[in-house]
């Protein structure tokens, strides 16, 4: 996604939680309050995240039933602004193709 | 008297010909699948809305009604709660199937090809996802907003 935005200045991710591990809870509660990217990064990486204060406001369950909502099974899985789905990890090259929906 | 013979045999054939035809015909009427099955079978919307409900499924949303690769089974393409599928039912309309359908000659899996093309259709509206709780990486002026749903770690 890092090789995208610095590709393309047109594109933005807004980036959603679709807790399916019962591990990463903790961890998504906080990155969630927090919104820090470094956090995510730490927890792709398998560094400890910090738990922090704020993390008692943010509900797994109303993440977890949003994404349902959505038909999401799987993660990670992008939408589009046009509604277009698509689930799995592909290459930079591949995913602008998908995102300007030439694939 | 050559004339006479071919005649005859002209004749033979002529006769064994209406022969083959008509029981070509009557092969046709009494035999298996040897007509397009929608000519002697329906099943409409409200059909597959009435099996549904008494299968406690009434939620479930009915996307297409067509003839299914399996002479005998509709196939009957569906929604439940955003996710797609594929589910048939038999001509007599007493039985639904679930499961997959796989081509002998190809080895190939219709059924999950048959719900992948409808999860390719399927649309999200966006406007259902709440975006200010969400981490944004890029410019939030961009013009191409992509959500992104996640379980990092």
């Not at chain 2, 190809?106 to 649309?123: H, I, P, S």
């Amino acid at each position: 996604m890092k090789a995208v935005i610095e590709k393309r200045k047109d594109i933005v991710f807004y980036i959603k939680f679709f807790p399916i591990k019962k591990e990463t809870q903790e961890q998504i509660k906080s990155i969630a309050c927090s919104k820090s990217l470094t956090m995510l990064d730490d927890a792709y990486a398998k560094k400890d995240i910090a738990v922090l204060d704020c993390a008692k406001n943010i509900s797994i369950e109303k993440m977890t039933e949003l994404a349902k909502s959505l038909g999401i099974r799987a993660v990670p899985t992008l939408i589009m602004s046009d509604g277009r789905i698509h689930s799995g990890y592909v290459q930079s090259e591949q995913l602008i193709e998908i995102i300007d929906g030439r694939r | 008297m050559i004339n006479i013979r071919m005649l005859f045999f002209a004749a033979m054939f002529f006769v064994l010909s209406i022969n083959l035809s008509v029981q070509a015909k009557t092969n046709g009427i009494e035999g298996c699948g040897a007509k397009d099955c929608k000519e002697c079978h329906k099943i409409n919307r409200q059909d597959v809305e009435d099996i549904f409900k008494k299968l406690n499924a009434k939620h479930i949303r009915i996307l297409d009604i067509r003839m299914s690769p399996v002479k005998g089974l509709w196939e009957v393409s569906m929604e439940d709660k955003g996710q797609r599928g594929v589910i048939y039912i038999d001509f007599s309309k007493n039985y639904a199937v679930t499961g997959s359908i796989i081509s002998v000659q190809t080895g190939l899996n219709v059924t999950q090809k048959k719900a992948e093309e409808l999860e390719k259709d399927r649309r999200v509206d966006v406007s259902k996802i709440p975006l200010n709780d969400a981490l944004i990486m890029g410019n939030p002026k961009a013009s191409k907003k992509v959500v992104m749903f996640t379980d990092p770690g």
